[in-house]
């Protein structure tokens, strides 16, 4: 029979009755008067939700494309994104709605437009005239896979090459099938038995537009006159084809094979290359062949005015170079460079300075698109260097493992962090200016700065300005580097409670004000942190080491007023001051052979130096404890006022005064409860196996889950359950789950229901949904606060909710929030008269209750996993209370400010995004957002003030969000445009002899070749076209508030009417501008058509 605790049934009744039940007459009257006194100005109306940017490196990119006239560049993805680039600051990311791999890409140079291939043997056209790129049109192909593409420039009639090796061709203006095809047994007719493969290639020839350059797979190239419908010449190879290219003057034409060969072939000479060329191959004696070399992917013919013509290529290398890095080779004239890069070549295209392909080329640049970064080479200065990648695409340079986001900081933190991060840059750059500079900015309509904090496997932090849906690198910090680094695999006994990365970064608390940071990592460590702009050696770093243990012991714990306040020192409890001199490690083992007293990385025992910017105050270490590894830190809090951090895991609570670099605290979780312990808890047995190894606990904010506990902080696991194994009773836990800490707030409040006046005090809340009070009794400030003992002593005040604790925070009379007190940032080697009149300051507490009158309360707003509760201070009655879910559990939620009112914001675990009213807990908005599809979302989703969120969306990629309708409604402004009116560049000049000679570039009519009336229609069961959405600027969200919902449908009717009609009008502006650049290039080759050469 299922035991009940009569506690916990008549605690779930009096806060029930505190809303309902009118029995209860004084919380009626008290819960009525608070209603009438907190004006609620939050409504639904303001809270709407939409995708604002994603920044970034693509995740798993596929294909690479750049306009030379408006300088955008697009990146696709094996997702089906599409992200394009502009100048720094103007990017845009847009997904195919079918998810398949993006194979290709073709821009309409200097058009606004852009051709996507995908591996669904779908093309779509995407209008880049708008701030959100949509798609025009779509053609989806039946009976043929699609494996290449070209856009001859200025032309609007798109080659497509398929994996049966035929050639059709679509018209981009209307995305249809034109009736002429290259049928691949007419290509080759008997030049080859086989079938010749797929087509690889297909380019005009740069001086005549009626040859077209066709590759096969098989090493087989055709030059098909358009004209006349057949082959002018085939070349055939021994060795498969990978790519093709021409030399500007159509005379030449250069291949790339599967042996790491180069061909160059004279057009007027098919029977053998003009020349073959192995970049990488080994010349042998006596005339022999070179040996093979590994596939060249890619090649590229680029010419210059003044001296030798650039070939460049990808792949090639000998089979011998075993672990060498992937490599571009770039081979000007008789040398050649070998390019080394950190991560595979997915694609590279070289910038010239020309977008026609009959004049010389003069490139400048080669941009290198790698499996995880994005590389830019000057080819205009010796030795090749790389320029100065401005976008934000090193955010996954070590995985991330947590991340925290802040708005409204102060106006001088990121001046400061941008200072102390400039000296952190590499040298050696290119001099010249980023070549990708097209598109304008937005107009920046946010006045307020934000930070984004990013924590990393390899131990390194890095702050990111986040203002104004940008984003920068502002500094980086490398926590592992006060840690001794293990030489080989044999020197490392104490990091194995993990496999790899044990400085991985697990949990941030910052105060911005303060500047004060502190972190914990994976091997249960704490490191805290000031902020200085000065550099310092630091002798001996200040250590502390800390035996938090778990037990339960049969004998009663003593009642929790009793418990003596300074150290406490818990059942089996030891903490260690400081050693300034030599570093404690007390013990190595126990008398039973067994670690003990061991921290699980080893500090460095040498001077430290420190540059400007962040600075080790102080290093804390959990220890092993009888053979068991410390278990890993679930919730952390520093207060810069109080000079304290506490930080706690399933086996207790440790608090530490970093001023006086004492332990205050260290208690098991059961020994905060003293005498109330609401549980029947089984004495503990000691464990005998080793807690799993691995590396970041995938939880959120501290919730221990026995399955999953500790999943390395790279792995991406996906797991669409997420069943909770917490004990259904609460009577018996069983000892697998322990109770772990998983949250904590400082702050100046009432502690018990007695109290007059607040104190400075912690909340911590646990797993099971209990929230505890511990009292801060602080020393007066200046030199007294470095001499007098802080005394902690917990409260006895407990309160309970359904499901682990997540977040707490304070609200005044007013309904305002109140901030935990903090210090204002001064520098900490200052000179003495400034100490002196450090020593008068007092903390600054921005706490309005520090100036209360007695009479007055103050709110708790405590959000669990399934609920929240408003309770009444210092009376500790609920006077509101929301069940947020029955059936799944919230994963974050913060307490923000919007609007100039606060609300609760939560993210569950089934995808729902919701807010609430403070203090009333009213539903303002509820929106299906996100299935929660793997641990890298929960660990990385975060609220913050001004209606912003962010999560890391893949591992490479943050997609920024917005709660707020104001914001929804602004961001058509911030957003940059990607398209700008830019000028063609003059067509290169044929001179007067090319033009008596029949010289220079042939035009052609390809209207009179492809269109309906000479070459008939396509068969309609080649493909089907299908008309885009077509990209109404400026989609709202889903967003949907539980209040309004039909006047916000009514006015989306009018919106989308509105939209439709202006789409039609930009539809029908492009088109005609495009039918009469059409007609007015077919009137000027009538006009020159019959005329002799001396009459022009």
């Known amino acids: ?161 398929t994996e049966r090796g035929n050639i059709h061709i679509v018209n981009v203006e209307s995305f249809t099938l034109s009736g002429y095809v290259i049928m691949w047994n007419k290509a080759i007719e008997l030049s080859s038995k086989s079938h010749p493969g797929p087509v690889v290639h297909i380019s005009d020839n740069p001086m005549d537009e009626g040859k077209l350059l066709i590759g096969f797979e098989s090493g087989t190239v055709v030059l098909w006159d358009l004209k006349s419908k057949k082959a002018d010449y085939r070349y055939t190879h021994d060795e498969a084809i990978h790519s093709v290219a021409w030399h500007h003057e159509g005379k030449q034409f250069i291949c790339s094979h599967s042996d790491g060969t180069l061909t160059i072939w004279n057009v007027k000479s098919p029977t053998k290359p003009f020349q073959t060329i192995t970049p990488h191959g080994k010349q042998l004696k006596d005339g022999k062949k070179p040996e093979p070399c590994k596939p060249i992917l890619k090649v590229e013919y680029k010419t210059t005015r003044a001296g030798e013509p650039f070939i460049i290529l990808s792949g090639g290398l000998s089979y011998d170079t075993v672990g060498r890095r992937p490599c571009l080779t770039v081979m000007h004239g008789k040398s050649t460079a070998v390019l080394e890069m950190d991560y595979s070549i997915v694609d590279f295209l070289t910038l010239c300075e020309t977008p026609y392909p009959n004049d010389f080329q003069e490139p400048y640049a080669v941009v290198v698109l790698l499996e995880k970064d994005l590389v830019l080479i000057d080819l205009a200065q010796n030795g090749y260097p790389i320029f100065e990648n401005p976008y934000p695409l090193t955010i996954h340079e070590s995985p991330v493992t947590c991340c925290e986001y802040f708005a409204d900081c102060p106006v001088d933190l990121i001046p400061a962090l941008y200072s102390v991060g400039a000296r952190q840059k590499r040298q050696g750059y290119s001099k010249k200016e980023w070549p ?25 932090i890095k702050f990111w300005d986040a203002s104004a849906i940008t984003l920068q690198v502002l500094y980086k910090l490398k926590t592992a580097k006060v840690f001794e680094k293990s030489r080989n695999k044999d020197d490392r006994p104490n990091t194995d409670i993990v496999d790899e990365d044990p400085y991985a970064i697990q949990i941030i608390s910052w105060c911005p004000e303060s500047r004060m940071l502190c972190i914990a990592g994976v091997s249960a460590h704490v490191i805290i942190y000031r902020f200085s702009k000065q550099e310092v050696t630091t002798e001996v770093i200040p250590m502390l080491e800390v035996r938090l243990l778990y037990e339960i012991n049969d004998v009663e714990t003593p009642d929790s007023e009793q418990v003596p306040p300074v150290p406490t020192p818990g059942t089996g409890s030891n903490p260690q001051s400081v050693v300034p001199q030599s570093h404690p490690s007390t013990s190595s083992s126990s008398s039973d052979g067994l670690r003990d007293n061991v921290p699980c990385l080893k500090v460095k025992n040498s001077p430290l130096k420190q540059s400007p910017g962040y600075q080790i105050e102080l290093v804390i270490q959990l220890v092993w404890v009888s053979g068991e590894p410390p278990q890993q830190i679930t919730s952390l809090a520093i207060n810069s006022a109080y000079g304290l951090v506490v930080f706690g895991n399933c086996n207790g609570i440790a ?34 196996t080793r807690q799993p190894s691995g590396g970041l606990c995938d939880i959120n904010e501290g919730t221990v889950v026995p399955e999953d506990r500790c999943k390395s902080p790279t792995s991406d696991v996906k797991d669409n359950s997420f069943s909770r194994s917490r004990s259904s009773s609460v009577t018996s836990i069983d000892k697998e789950s322990r109770e772990a800490i998983s949250a904590l707030h400082f702050c100046e409040t009432f502690t018990r229901k007695a109290d007059t006046s607040p104190s400075p005090c912690l909340w911590v809340g646990t797993t099971l949904g209990t929230v505890l009070v511990i009292v801060l009794n602080l020393p007066p400030g200046g030199e007294q606060r470095l001499l007098q003992p802080v005394i902690v002593s917990p409260s006895g005040t407990i309160l309970r909710l359904k499901g682990a604790i997540l977040r707490m925070a304070f609200l005044d009379t007013t309904g305002s929030l109140v901030p935990p007190a903090h210090e204002t940032w001064r520098e900490h080697y200052e000179d003495k008269d400034e100490k002196e009149k450090a020593k008068k300051r007092r903390p600054v507490s921005v706490s309005p209750s520090s100036s209360q009158e007695i009479s007055e309360n103050q709110y708790a707003v405590i959000c669990s996993e399934k609920q929240a509760k408003v309770i009444s201070l210092p009376s500790q009655n609920c006077i509101y209370k929301q ?144 008309p885009g959405p077509g990209g109404i600027e400026g989609v709202k969200g889903a967003a949907s508030g539980v209040v309004g919902e039909l006047a916000r449908a009514r006015l989306a009717l009018d919106e989308r009417g509105q939209k439709l009609g202006e789409l039609e009008e930009k539809t029908a502006a492009m088109l005609y501008s495009a039918d009469s650049f059409s007609k007015h290039a077919h009137e000027m080759m009538l006009k020159y058509k019959d005329k002799k050469w001396y009459q022009f």
């Open 436 to 460: 990708i500079s097209g598109g304008n900015w937005g107009v920046i309509t946010q006045s307020y700065s934000e930070i984004i904090i990013t924590g990393h496997a390899d131990g390194s």
């Open 655 to 688: 608090m530490v005064d970093y001023l006086q670099k004492t332990v205050l605290l260290n208690l098991g979780t059961i020994e905060l409860y003293g005498s109330n312990d609401p549980y029947r808890r089984e004495p503990r047995s000691p464990r005998k």
């Open 1 to 161: 029979m299922r035991k009940f605790n009569i506690r916990k049934v008549l605690d779930g009744l009096t806060a029930v009755s505190a809303v309902a039940s009118a029995s209860s007459a004084a919380q009626q009257q008290q819960a009525g008067n608070r209603e009438t006194e907190i004006q609620e100005t939050l409504q639904s109306e303001h809270f709407q939700l939409c995708k604002t940017v994603r920044h970034g490196f693509p995740y798993q990119p596929s294909a690479l494309a750049f306009d030379p006239v408006q300088k955008i560049l697009a990146i696709g993805t094996q997702t089906g994104a599409l992200r394009l680039f502009g100048r720094p600051g103007v990017e845009c990311y847009c997904q195919h709605d079918s998810g398949a791999a993006v194979i290709q890409l073709q821009f309409l140079i200097n058009e606004g437009a852009l051709v996507s291939a995908l591996a669904d043997d779908t093309l779509h056209l995407w209008n880049l005239r708008q701030k959100r790129p949509a798609i025009l049109h779509s053609l989806k192909f039946n009976r043929e896979r699609i494996t290449f593409c070209h856009l001859p420039f200025q032309s609007k009639w798109l080659y497509v090459g």
């Open 883 to 1026: 069940n947020i879910t029955e059936t799944s559990f919230v994963l974050r939620g913060d307490i923000v400010s919007l609007s100039n009112s606060i609300c609760l914001a939560c993210f569950c675990a089934n995808g729902h995004i919701m807010t609430f009213s403070l203090p009333s807990l009213r539903p303002l908005l509820d929106v299906y957002y996100l299935p929660l599809t793997n641990m890298r979302i929960a660990r990385t989703f975060c609220f913050t003030d001004n209606g912003q969120a962010l999560y890391l969306v893949s591992p490479t990629e943050i997609q920024r969000l917005t709660y707020s309708q104001e914001t929804c409604e602004n961001l058509q402004e911030m957003l940059g445009e990607l398209f700008t009116l830019v000028e063609t560049p003059e067509a290169p000049n044929r001179g007067f002899f090319k033009g008596l000679f029949g010289g220079g570039a042939q035009s052609l009519d390809r209207e009179e070749l492809f269109g309906e009336s000479a070459s008939g229609k396509a068969s309609r069961s080649l493909a089907q076209h299908i």
